[in-house]
């Protein structure tokens, strides 16, 4: 039997944050696999953007609140060039 090491108990609150990092991450991933196809038009890229943010958004936690502020803070620099 090993020792249990206090420090790396993880709380209720750690593991419902790792829960919504987890969750969050999900929209990026199936994103990331779609803009991996070799025949990808600027359409497809483009819906898939917007899903993904849209999915994102649904989770309402910090973590994906942050990061489509930064999408849309991608598409702000995007457009601008």
């Known amino acids: 039997m090993t020792p249990t090491i206090k ?3 993880l709380t ?3 593991w419902t944050e ?3 990092i987890i969750n969050a991450l999900k929209p990026a991933k199936v994103t990331t ?3 991996q196809r ?3 038009f600027v359409g497809d890229l483009y819906s898939s953007w917007l899903t993904c943010k849209i ?3 649904k989770v309402e936690c910090r973590f994906s609140n942050n990061l489509v502020q ?3 803070e991608l ?3 995007i457009t601008a060039q």
């Open 7 to 9: 420090e790396l108990r």
């Open 12 to 14: 209720d609150s750690d």
């Open 18 to 20: 790792i829960n919504n």
């Open 33 to 35: 696999s779609i803009f």
């Open 38 to 40: 070799e025949k990808l």
């Open 55 to 57: 999915n994102t958004e």
């Open 70 to 72: 930064f999408m849309n």
């Open 75 to 77: 598409e702000k620099c």
